[in-house]
């Protein structure tokens, strides 16, 4: 029992801000009246008897206490309050009074009274009287509706002329159909139907409840003021009383039924959860919003470019430079990093890749929610979108706070940049000697004549051999800046895949995963309400 009472009370409270609260309302109160009715008497019983003006109900609320208290007939023709009998030396003071009977309408039934038999004995009996349930005062219809979510025990009384009365069974009777276990109907005033009509009568009840969906309940024919069926009454109650488990019963039912009512609305299908598939195309989506196609563009162009500068023949590296870096353009720098996290100028998203990632959050939402009631698949889409005017700022910090190490130059660099002035100098050194060796010849200058090396002059050589390797050095570091640009753009594309995908998780995955937890709890409690 306490593991279905603390299932809707955990229903309820993960439904809250979710579903309505005129739904979740009825539900909270009943497990309040349950937890208290658990923590009151286990001994006692409550039995309601409730019915229609005429339906002999106080004259059976007599027939059962062996006592005159309730007034019938002329005295008392419309039953205007509660009247409550307590069997047992103990009493139900505090029960009656959580109840809200006035101590004045209470009556304690001592057993040494008792003359019924021992199969019959009620002690732990508490009976209420309870007001018509068509009287013309509104105040017995709110008092009646109030007492029946009391009773562990619903006895409803019928009269012969109005035992099909729609007023009773489609506003009391038919609705709790789930009660089947703690509802017994009673035909009273059997005397005034003839004894060979008696049994078709009982029969005829007996199928209206059942077309109502109370096909199990007990059906009684009595006679309250002859005594026809009172002792076979009393027996049922007394067995009742003895088991301890019509509170219980009642308990179970209307928690059932509470819980019954919210999964009507919520569902109780299993969490779907978020996809990986639909994770990916989250993420690639908010990649594109990103603009981080363009900047690993822009990386593996300005990668190229510095790595052509540095390893470059010196004479072509001067014209190199006068190329603008394509990160310039992007208006950050080389590393990437933005100490002040101030808006980069890269382009703002468009309005096809703005509206492509609203759609793949929406997807992500609705497939997440695949199965789910109503409610929580508006909690879980309004979730999705609930740090949505905060994602663009999201994204651009990502971009902007990630340090991609773009500016570290490669180790080979430096070392191509070392031959390629080596090269240089010893092509400058060669010219220079060319140079010197014109000059001496147009001023006649008596000078040596350079050594010849593999039969070439040893100048000549020198300008060749500095131009041809420099030259040559140069159009294979191009190449490899062309490798070394591509793994740079592969790296920063990964990290800045896995910086966009840490805002998806907290913008986006993470409040959907907290509904879906709440959910998840929600459905839980449900199931163990429902039993």
């Not at 049994?199 to 409840?209: F, T, Y």
């Amino acid at each position: 029992m306490s593991i279905r009472l603390d299932g809707l009370i955990q229903a309820v409270e993960t439904g809250r801000g979710r579903l309505d609260d005129e739904l979740l309302e009825p539900a909270a109160t009943i497990a309040g009246r349950a937890s208290e009715r658990l923590r009151l008497s286990g001994e006692h019983t409550i039995v309601a008897l409730a019915g229609a003006t005429g339906s002999g109900k106080s004259s059976l609320f007599n027939a059962l206490t062996d006592l005159d208290l309730a007034g019938v007939g002329v005295r008392r023709p419309t039953t205007s309050w509660a009247l409550a009998c307590a069997w047992g030396p103990d009493g139900a003071e505090e029960l009656l009074e959580w109840m809200g009977i006035p101590v004045r309408h209470q009556v304690s039934r001592m057993s040494m009274l008792d003359r019924s038999s021992e199969d019959t004995k009620l002690d732990g009996l508490v009976l209420l009287d309870l007001p018509d349930h068509d009287s013309t005062e509104v105040s017995h219809h709110l008092e009646m509706d109030r007492l029946i979510r009391y009773a562990d025990l619903l006895i409803w009384v019928l009269d012969p002329q109005k035992y099909a009365d729609a007023a009773i069974h489609d506003r009391y009777i038919k609705p709790m159909a789930s009660h089947v276990d703690v509802t017994i109907v009673v035909l009273n005033q059997l005397d005034r139907i003839p004894y060979e009509h008696r049994k078709a009568a009982l029969r005829d009840v007996e199928r209206i409840l059942a077309s109502e969906g109370l096909g199990d309940v007990l059906v009684i024919g009595v006679s309250a003021t002859r005594g026809d069926g009172i002792d076979d009454l009393k027996r049922e109650l007394a067995s009742r009383i003895r088991a301890k488990a019509a509170a219980k019963s009642r308990l179970s039912a209307d928690i059932g039924a509470a819980a019954s009512a919210i999964a009507e609305k919520s569902g109780t299908a299993s969490v779907p959860g978020i996809g990986q598939a639909d994770r990916e195309h989250l993420d690639e989506a908010l990649i594109q919003c990103a603009g981080v196609p363009l900047v690993v563009n822009a990386i593996a162009s300005s990668t190229r470019r510095r790595a052509s500068i540095a390893t470059g023949w010196p004479v072509s590296r001067w014209l190199g430079r006068l190329r603008r870096d394509p990160l310039k353009d992007l208006h950050v720098g080389a590393d990437m990093s933005n100490a002040a996290l101030a808006r980069s100028s890269i382009p703002a998203p468009t309005h096809v890749q703005r509206a492509s990632a609203d759609v793949a959050i929406r997807d992500l939402a609705e497939k997440a929610s695949v199965g789910l009631g109503k409610p929580w698949e508006r909690a879980i889409r309004e979730a999705s979108t609930s740090k949505s005017a905060d994602i663009t700022d999201a994204l651009d910090q990502a971009v902007m706070s990630t340090d991609l190490g773009v500016s570290r130059p490669a180790l080979w660099w430096r070392l191509v940049n070392v031959l390629q002035w080596l090269f240089f100098f010893v092509a400058l050194a060669g010219l220079g000697w060319l140079l010197v060796l014109f000059v001496a010849g147009a001023t006649q200058f008596n000078l040596a004549d350079p050594p010849d090396v593999a039969g070439f002059p040893a100048p000549t050589l020198l300008v060749v051999a500095g131009v041809a390797f420099g030259v040559g050095m140069a159009v294979l570091s191009r190449l490899a800046a062309r490798l070394s640009g591509r793994r740079k753009a592969k790296r920063a594309d990964r990290l800045l895949r896995n910086a966009i995908g840490e805002v998806a998780q907290s913008q986006v995955v993470e409040p959907i995963e907290a509904e879906l937890a709440a959910y998840a709890r929600h459905r839980e409690g449900l199931l163990k309400a429902i039993g």
